[in-house]
């Protein structure tokens, strides 16, 4: 039988694509029986699993589609090589064909992401259980004065899939790239090659060319704004002011607290419009202190993978517990993954007042590093998504890389955007 090949199970009528391992029904679970391509046999499911009653039409792909899965097919089959890149741009259908891919494969198969917020998105998408990669193959644990560590975990949920799915894999740096792939298990790896170069550090899966890289935009996209723009961006086209479905383009003047306040993030392109917009934001919260209390947004700037501190991930200050040595003390909540216990940490007060640049190396390096979050760089974004962004285009300060700043900034939207230049 040839690998891509469709399938019908005779138990439920399913239609799906063989991948090349022992055909099941992504449906019901029926075994497929031998058949030649076009035909169907099937072994009924047990009594206790009966077919499910509602029928939704198979999907149909694109060519480009079709051959993507057949590739995905060969390279599970042969086991060759640990690893797959499927690129492509934004409303290609990459979510979709790996969701298909875990429907059809044998075996359990592992969804993450690198931050909190993009494997919620990958929840949202259907992609069951998707979590992200630090919980993945990482174990938690506290030492005697409740520090966090985190340590590879070779028995945990990575080493019981048969494959893993990695979202947004740009993201991820060479230490936590080489860890997953320690498990020896096939890793598929979705990425865009449009957005920004990755921030410094990242990028280990997209140093390499892609196995498969989808250029056609899906049809059910197509009519979604957030890609309609994206594609427009990419293609070097001009967007007009004017409402596009639920988002928007407005003017700097249009900007009022309640459009900032509707939004789960802003995003702007420099760190002084951060630090500024942080501020204007903390005052509309009615938070006038320099430093920060309990409630406060903020955002990691530094990796620290054995305390599971990742650069780019949201945070809220639980207990602000004083200074000692010009460090604030804080214990803060994850914004990302609410089952986690709150960490520790101590932050040089220099980074709160902008001024973190002039710290000596030494005394920089024994400082946690973190910043207010209620306004992230489009950079510092990268890898992560929200239902409602509230964009401020400084695209004009990147010049070769306005259109990749664009595309990156527009793309961190789920479902809506509010773009003001």
């Not at 079709?66 to 599970?76: F, H, I, Q, S, Y």
Request: glycine share 10%; proline share 6%; aromatic share 8%.
């Amino acid at each position: 039988m040839s690998l891509g090949v469709k399938r019908q199970c005779g138990a439920c009528g399913a239609r799906f694509y063989d991948l090349g391992r022992r055909p099941v029904c992504p449906r019901c679970k029926a075994k497929v029986g031998p058949a030649a391509p076009g035909e169907a046999a099937s072994t009924p499911p047990s009594p206790e699993k009966p077919p499910a009653r509602a029928k939704t039409a198979a999907p149909r792909w694109s060519p480009q589609q079709a051959a993507a899965l057949d590739a995905v097919g060969r390279w599970l089959k042969g086991a060759d090589a640990p690893l797959f890149r499927l690129f492509g741009y934004a409303g290609v259908g990459k979510t979709t064909l790996a969701r298909h891919i875990a429907e059809a494969a044998s075996g359990r198969v592992a969804f993450a992401a690198y931050t909190g917020k993009a494997a919620l998105v990958l929840r949202s998408k259907g992609c069951v259980g998707a979590s992200t990669i630090h919980s993945l193959i990482y174990n938690a644990s506290e030492d005697k004065q409740g520090k966090p560590s985190f340590k590879l975990n070779k028995d945990g949920p990575a080493s019981r899939a048969a494959l893993i799915v990695i979202d947004e894999c740009s993201m991820v740096d060479e230490d936590v790239g080489r860890d997953l792939l320690s498990f020896g298990k096939p890793v598929l790896v979705l990425g865009d090659p449009a957005q920004l170069p990755p921030v410094q550090g990242g990028g280990f899966f997209t140093s390499g060319e892609p196995d498969v890289m989808l250029t056609e935009i899906h049809r059910q996209a197509a009519d979604n704004p957030i890609v309609r723009l994206a594609q427009t961006i990419r293609e070097g086209g001009s967007v007009d002011y004017g409402d596009y479905g639920e988002t928007r383009v407005i003017r700097r003047a249009e900007v009022n607290a309640g459009i900032v306040g509707e939004a789960d993030q802003v995003l702007v392109g420099l760190n002084r419009t951060r630090r500024a917009y942080n501020q204007r934001l903390r005052q509309l919260a009615g938070r006038d202190a320099l430093l920060p209390t309990p409630g406060d947004k903020l955002v990691c700037l530094r990796n620290d993978h054995e305390r599971g501190l990742l650069n780019g991930s949201l945070w809220r200050v639980a207990e602000a517990r004083g200074i000692t040595n010009d460090h604030m003390k804080l214990t803060i909540d994850s914004e990302d993954e609410s089952d986690r216990k709150g960490v520790a940490v101590a932050v040089h007060k220099a980074f709160f007042e902008g001024k973190e640049a002039d710290l000596p190396y030494p005394i920089r390096r024994e400082s946690d590093e973190f910043d207010y979050g209620y306004a992230l760089t489009v950079h510092k974004a990268q890898g992560s998504q929200w239902d409602h962004v509230a964009l401020f285009d400084e695209s004009g300060a990147f010049r070769e890389h306005r259109a990749r700043w664009l595309y990156t900034a527009v793309t961190r939207a789920a479902r809506r955007l509010t773009w003001v230049r």
